[in-house]
C-alpha cells in the first residue's frame, strides 16, 4: 500500500512541488485544448476560406480564456514552491531526530511561513512543555519579527505559548527534543492545536 503523505510531513516541500508542477501543466493544457478544439469545430462548420484567426471567435475560446484565470492562481502557487523547495531538512538531520525522539512526539518539518514583507522557512518545528520551538538554517531569520508574527498569529485564535523560539544551531535544538524525551515529556491538545495552526500558516 502507498504511504500517503501530509502537509508538514518530512520532506513535504519537495514532493509538493513535483504536484504543483504537475497540477501548472494541465492547468493550462485544458483551456488550450479547448481553445484548439473551437477553432477545429468552427473551421469545419463553416466555408474553406475561413482563417483561424476568423474561427477563433466562438463560445469555446471564452471558456478557454476564462479557464486561464485558475490557470494563473496555479502557476503561482508552482513559483512559490519552487523558489522556497530549498527549505528543507536533509535526510541526514531527520535521521538524527527519529533516533532521539523514542516517545514519536509530533515533530513537523518543512514548515516556510510568511508575514506581510518577511518570510520564516522553518525546517523542523516542536511544541511540548507550553514551548514552541523551531529549528532554521537561514542565515538572516529574522527571529524577533517571527517571534511577534507567531504570537499574534496565535492571540487571533485563542491560542497561546508559554515562549517561542527558534534556533540557528542543531545540535541545540535536536537536544531539546532528546531532553522530552529522556522526561517522557507528553504533548497536550493545546500544543496539538498549535502545531495545527503552524501546519496552517506554513505554505
Same mark, same amino acid.
Given at each position: 500500500m502507498k504511504k500517503r503523505?501530509?502537509?508538514c510531513d518530512f520532506g513535504y516541500l519537495v514532493r509538493q512541488t513535483k504536484k504543483e508542477i504537475i497540477k501548472t501543466i494541465i492547468y493550462f493544457a485544458i483551456p488550450v485544448a479547448i481553445f484548439i478544439f473551437g477553432i477545429i469545430t468552427t473551421m469545419m462548420r463553416t466555408p474553406d476560406d475561413i482563417?483561424? =484567426?476568423t474561427a477563433r471567435y466562438n463560445i469555446l475560446t471564452l471558456a478557454a480564456v476564462l479557464g486561464l484565470l485558475p490557470a494563473s492562481r496555479q502557476l503561482i502557487s508552482m513559483l512559490m514552491f519552487i523558489k522556497n523547495k530549498k527549505h528543507h531538512l536533509d &535526510?541526514?538531520? +531527520? #535521521?538524527r531526530i527519529c533516533e532521539v525522539n523514542v516517545n514519536? =512526539? @509530533?515533530?513537523r518539518y518543512d514548515l516556510f511561513m510568511t508575514s506581510y514583507d518577511k518570510t520564516y522557512p522553518v %525546517?523542523?518545528?516542536i511544541m511540548a512543555d507550553d514551548v514552541l520551538l523551531g529549528y532554521t538554517e537561514k542565515k538572516d531569520f529574522a527571529y524577533e519579527d517571527f517571534y511577534k508574527h507567531i504570537k499574534s498569529m496565535l492571540a487571533k485564535n #485563542? %491560542?497561546?505559548? #508559554?515562549? /517561542?523560539? /527558534?534556533? &540557528? &544551531?542543531?545540535e541545540? +535544538? =535536536?537536544g531539546r527534543i532528546r531532553v522530552y524525551n529522556e522526561n517522557k515529556t507528553v504533548q497536550?491538545?493545546? &500544543? @496539538?492545536? /498549535?502545531?495545527? =495552526?503552524?501546519?496552517?500558516?506554513s505554505l
Open positions: 503523505y501530509f502537509k482563417s483561424w =484567426l &535526510d541526514d538531520k +531527520y #535521521g514519536d =512526539l @509530533r515533530i %525546517l523542523s518545528m #485563542g %491560542l497561546k505559548a #508559554g515562549s /517561542v523560539k /527558534v534556533f &540557528d &544551531d542543531f541545540k +535544538y =535536536l497536550t491538545d493545546k &500544543d @496539538r492545536e /498549535v502545531m495545527r =495552526l503552524m501546519e496552517n500558516l
